[in-house]
């Protein structure tokens, strides 16, 4: 029993100091410490020769070696005796993990495609603050102090005088871009606009805008509606018709919002055009004189057009989405659908 011991005392400050260096020194030493015909199995079989008093205290001191052989396996594995981790084998011939790839905001997608269509009309893109003063939102454009538009239910205010509020449309910056005196102008203006609206299926606080301008010698209600049709055509396709009605808006003078025929039934009627076979996408007309003036332009010599669009508006009927939150949501499941329309 005791030789049994002191064998045990000896082999375990043996293991103690062992180190590897390398997978097959790690093997190595399981098959000499743990293999079948491994010191712990041969030192185990030594329990026979034990008195079958002293068995319980010899199983006990064997088991512990047992043990402890084991956990220097274990630690072994993860360092060798240079403190260097023995790496897990790479499978090079495994296929890589999946990445998931983004997509383009539908309101980029279609912004872009705006922007595009109206650069080949040699529209230049304008770009102007999201908080604004009133005179670039209101005032210049002949929105007289009392107009509707102006009050606190449509408007974010976030001071009130000096007023500064978030831009109602970018028709704030058409004014910036006419103070600056060069002309003709050619302009399209893409930007976030905020309007103090409950939020629906078909209206929310804030969305985006293209409005465009056009100012030079001799400009008329004509230029407008081919500016208009080329771009309807581009954006919807050829058999796409348009339509004027007459609407007011203080900035032009005349104004009018412009319908196209249903995308949906061609124009016989269905649910979305309200069975009238058109639907209304923007606001447009000539610049009133009293806005050129407002901006130090002479109205007796310049004429122009402008008009306004809702991106929203167009991309739900392009891609027939039929609530306006989706937008804003970043619901991966509506997004991921865009991936192929870039
Ligand atoms: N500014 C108008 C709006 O926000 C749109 C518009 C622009 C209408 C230009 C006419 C001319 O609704």
Same mark, same amino acid.
């Given at each position: 029993?005791?030789?049994?011991?002191?064998?045990?005392?000896? %082999?375990?400050?043996?293991?103690?100091?062992?180190?590897?260096?390398?997978?097959?020194?790690?093997?190595?030493?399981?098959?000499? %410490?743990?293999?079948?015909?491994?010191?712990?199995?041969?030192?185990?079989?030594?329990?026979?020769?034990?008195?079958?008093?002293?068995?319980?205290?010899?199983?006990?001191? +064997?088991?512990?070696?047992?043990? %402890?052989?084991?956990?220097?396996?274990?630690?072994?594995?993860?360092?060798?005796?240079?403190?260097?981790?023995?790496?897990?084998?790479?499978?090079?011939?495994?296929?890589?993990?999946?990445?998931?790839?983004?997509?383009?905001?539908?309101?980029?997608?279609?912004?872009?495609?705006?922007?595009?269509?109206?650069?080949?009309?040699?529209?230049?893109?304008?770009?102007?603050?999201?908080?604004?003063?009133?005179?670039?939102?209101?005032?210049?454009?002949?929105?007289?102090?009392?107009?509707?538009?102006?009050?606190?239910?449509?408007?974010?205010?976030?001071?009130?005088?000096?007023?500064?509020?978030?831009?109602?449309?970018?028709?704030?910056?058409?004014?910036?871009?006419?103070?600056?005196? #060069?002309?003709?102008?050619?302009?399209?203006?893409?930007?976030?606009?905020?309007?103090?609206? $409950?939020?629906?299926?078909?209206?929310?606080?804030?969305?985006?805008?293209?409005?465009?301008? %056009?100012?030079?010698?001799? #400009?008329?209600?004509?230029? *407008?509606?081919?500016?208009?049709?080329?771009?309807?055509?581009?954006?919807?396709?050829?058999?796409?018709?348009?339509?004027?009605?007459?609407?007011?808006?203080?900035?032009?003078?005349?104004?009018?919002?412009?319908?196209?025929?249903? +995308?949906?039934?061609?124009?016989?009627?269905?649910?979305?055009?309200?069975? $009238?076979?058109?639907?209304?996408?923007?606001?447009?007309?000539?610049?009133?004189?009293?806005?050129?003036?407002?901006?130090?332009?002479?109205?007796?010599?310049?004429?122009?057009?402008?008009?306004?669009?809702?991106?929203?508006?167009?991309?739900? *009927?392009?891609?027939?989405?039929?609530?306006?939150? +989706?937008?804003?949501?970043?619901?991966?499941?509506?997004?991921?659908?865009?991936?192929?329309?870039?």
């Amino acid at each position: 029993m005791q030789q049994l011991l002191d064998k045990i005392k000896a %082999y375990s400050a043996q293991i103690e100091g062992a180190a590897v260096h390398s997978k097959e020194e790690l093997e190595a030493f399981r098959i000499k %410490y743990l293999g079948t015909k491994g010191l712990v199995k041969t030192i185990m079989s030594e329990m026979k020769d034990v008195a079958t008093e002293q068995k319980k205290e010899a199983g006990q001191a +064997l088991n512990e070696f047992k043990n %402890y052989v084991e956990q220097k396996f274990e630690k072994l594995k993860l360092f060798d005796g240079n403190q260097v981790k023995v790496k897990q084998e790479v499978d090079l011939s495994l296929p890589a993990p999946d990445m998931p790839i983004g997509s383009r905001h539908p309101i980029s997608i279609v912004q872009n495609k705006i922007i595009s269509i109206f650069n080949r009309l040699g529209f230049a893109v304008a770009q102007g603050p999201e908080i604004e003063d009133d005179w670039h939102n209101f005032t210049a454009l002949n929105l007289p102090e009392n107009h509707p538009a102006r009050d606190m239910q449509d408007t974010f205010y976030l001071q009130e005088s000096p007023a500064w509020l978030l831009r109602t449309h970018t028709s704030s910056v058409q004014i910036r871009e006419m103070e600056k005196g #060069v002309l003709p102008l050619r302009i399209i203006c893409p930007g976030r606009v905020y309007r103090n609206e $409950t939020i629906s299926a078909r209206a929310h606080c804030f969305f985006n805008q293209v409005e465009g301008l %056009y100012i030079a010698e001799n #400009v008329s209600f004509a230029d *407008l509606k081919q500016t208009l049709y080329f771009f309807v055509q581009e954006m919807f396709g050829q058999e796409v018709k348009i339509r004027f009605r007459p609407s007011y808006f203080p900035f032009t003078e005349p104004s009018a919002e412009m319908d196209i025929s249903c +995308l949906i039934c061609g124009g016989s009627g269905c649910n979305v055009c309200k069975k $009238t076979g058109w639907v209304e996408i923007l606001g447009c007309g000539m610049v009133h004189p009293q806005v050129l003036e407002n901006c130090n332009i002479d109205s007796e010599k310049y004429t122009g057009f402008a008009f306004g669009m809702g991106i929203e508006r167009i991309t739900m *009927l392009k891609y027939q989405v039929k609530d306006l939150r +989706l937008f804003s949501e970043n619901d991966t499941r509506f997004l991921d659908q865009f991936i192929a329309a870039i």
